[in-house]
């Protein structure tokens, strides 16, 4: 104590906590603020805490530092893993979820939406090995709740809160998660979900597939290049763990390792399987040849003939399924982009049938290499079971459904936006209310409140008496494409010069005229 | 304990778990949680608990009750104060924000996002009498965070953070409050706000205006029926204050109980001047005679020849700027919305100029009655202080700004909504593709994936053999107004059936030009 990387003290809420340099320097202003009382901090544990930090805090309170002092090592900052998004970066988002949520009208989905966070309780034993990464709240009285960590569980809570049996929504929010944030990837600890869902008892593997159809939609309409989409069945998955020998205790466990094939190789995998999870050797190598396997629909077909898995009976569920899946992929003309892949666990525990995950492929460099996973960028897959866990009685809802995942595409369009140079208009300001003269600030107000009344996106400057010359440079920076300029020759006529950024060019217009004529002018362009 | 609360004992998952009415029986969750491992059982500190509850605790480990079983008194529902929209509210809400974020583009506005947690610090000292409704987040390890209680303080860490200067932004997003929640007038602890605000060092009341004008623009808009602006300033107030002889220490508090005027008579407010935050009778008697009154320009004018008043700097300044904003609000065409009332205060904090707060008012019963105040559902003023109190050498950037309370207006256009039985679409599909017959579900996906790729909401039913009433059911159930029909005979001939669902209208159309007719039917509707 009291080395280097101590600063200071303080008292949060009524315990006294000791806080170190770097990110806390910020909380010595709490000390010196709550020290006012001076009877508080005479009732600081003191064996807590160094006499001379009590000695700095009291020193600080006879000085009355002032405002800004107090703050010279005020570090600003968002939360550790979030951002803020910058007009620059908000209208790329707009429009990636303009495209999104077109595509899932299109597919006849209604909008939902579910609060922030929920009861703490509607939220456990619903992720598995990642419940520990869910933000719960303070209790401070109450109830206990936690941030939504997805949007699937809300959903589900909602179908079994109002009984309701069928149902297509989309929902777009955001969700948290406590992970090591990897930023350059696009992973965050608050992130946007934009979910497509479908509820409800029906024929085998339609909904599945137009879930399928909606991602490669998305995925061609946003054009962040070639794409494929991994498709295996938990029964499947199961039924190999179950043929290959893994006692049913360790199914979800060895589901796990699985899933981290696409991080991890083979030999970490397998020391995890067989070092941590103590699973066979031989085990474990009956696994790997299996889950090296991807394909097409003739894999689906090789593994019908498999000896061994074909005595599984959940596998053969399992694979019927698929085989379905894929008549009505054809159909829908995207077979080409789906790949049969018996790696593909996904992490989540509430999966029970069939399950996908979408990536996106780089061009190699050269061309006899395998095109690079360059990471997911959607997800889902069929989940029976989930609101069946809210039910009092148990009734279940059968589900399907996927999520985009926003973030990790604004970062691939923002960096090609970056690259290829690309300006983005922050503002959708049509008309600039402009003048060349002094005092003529009642006049541009009295014009600028027609132009809004009329519906015309417009602006001024905030100044009594601007110069002209910054007027018209504010409208070239920002992308303005037209000028109203008002002045004394003009008051007096009875008009209004309108001018066009792009080509400079000035027209008189009578007063009366001008919100036709600038209507008109930008239908034209 | 163990009284009629208790309900009964569940095992969720692998752990078991005691689920009951009432909160003492958490802690019984708690117990029973732990018990999983018998030993651990034993460490459990008895004296804390009934002896009773380890007796069922152990009993339920015992039992193996069955998942459905377990959950028989399992209340699903969302946390207090807060609520899911259902598909029609959320059509209702994007009608709205789609209305207010149009108002704020049209005044030139960029739109900014910020996360939905702050750091705690970032937070204390902003919002005075109301910091214990802040949500905080559990200590997980790492920062001290809580949920964001508005839009403005991030709006200001923004500011400082990024060291801008001058910015128009809007932000809608969810703020979250502890607040007693009162549902039935709208208030709820998660809800949305819409802000609009300009920060940057321009010339006297432009800006301040132009905030007035977009609350005037966005009321009319929604139609909400008739409405008010009250306006004040902070420095009027605290001149009031001031020459009624309230001591400067004070201010704060007296101005908090200024703010509960449009809540409580005044013999309650007096109450609380006097005998709770000591303020002399006579002083507060002198406080009511100034915040009694209310009017127009002309009530400026009073003031300024106001023999006390009229001494005081603070209060000839708010005075001044008053009188320029009414001329600005003339010359908008608003100044008739508009009414100078000395008892606004405002709740909040960091306000240090010009307030104000929009109320909706009822035509009374009878016409010598004053209309009805239907409560707030704006709001908003001039904080010129707060970024400084982020920025480390304490600069500041002036700030005036604006925020809709959109769930107040939500629950009004429900209402309407639903006295004039109003029917709400909660899709847009525009599509359905039918069959009369069996087995004709491959064609009915080749079909649909056509119109998809062409950009055509569309829509089919999940069921291999679907009755061509219940298709044709649905359609007019949910307003979907076109219907494509495929059979034997179409599939022979080449043909597709166009039915309208409206006049129930059918045309055969060759299938390569479905796609153009119906394009050109929905582009005339």
Redesign the interface.
Known sequence: MGGPGLCCLAS?GDRPVLYASG?SI??AR?VV?RARDTTRLASIERSHISHFFCQVAEAALATQL???QE????I?????G??????E???V??KILDMVVSCF???????????????KE?L??KYGEDSGLV??????G????S?RYDLTVPFA??L??NKVKKMK?YHVG?V?R?ESPTIAQGRYR?FCQCDFD?A?Q??PM??D??CL?IMC?ILSGLQLGDFLIKVNDRRILDGIFAVCGVPESKFHAICSSVDKLDKMSWKDVRHEMVAKKGLAAEVADRIWDYVQCHGGVSLVQQMFQDPRLSQNKQALEGLGDLKLLFE?LT???IAEKISFDLSLARGLDYYTGVIYEAVLLQTPAHAEEEPLNVGSVAAGGRYDGLV???????HNVPCVGLSIGVERIFSIVEQRMKTFGEKIR????QVFVATPQKNF??ER??LI?EL??A?????LM???NPKLLTQLHYCENTGIPLVVIIGEQELKEGVIKLRSVANREEVAITRENLVAEIQKRLSES
Chains 1, 2 share one sequence.
């Open positions: 949060s990110q910020l909380i709490l603020h002032k405002p800004h703050k010279s090592n005020f600003i900052k968002t939360p550790k979030t951002r803020d998004l910058s007009p970066q908000m209208v988002r707009e009208k299109r597919h006849g989905a209604k909008e939902l939406d579910t609060p922030a966070f929920e009861l509607m456990t034993e933000y719960d709240l303070k209790d401070q109450g109830e206990l709740l941030l809570r909602y079994a809160m929504r955001k948290w406590r608050e479908i409800g029906f024929d339609i909904p597939a137009e159809k939609e009505y159909l829908f003309g069946g866990m809210f039910d009092p009685k148990g922050t503002t959708e300001t600030l009642q107000l009295k409140a809004w009344d519906g015309i996106k417009a602006e905030y100044k009594n």
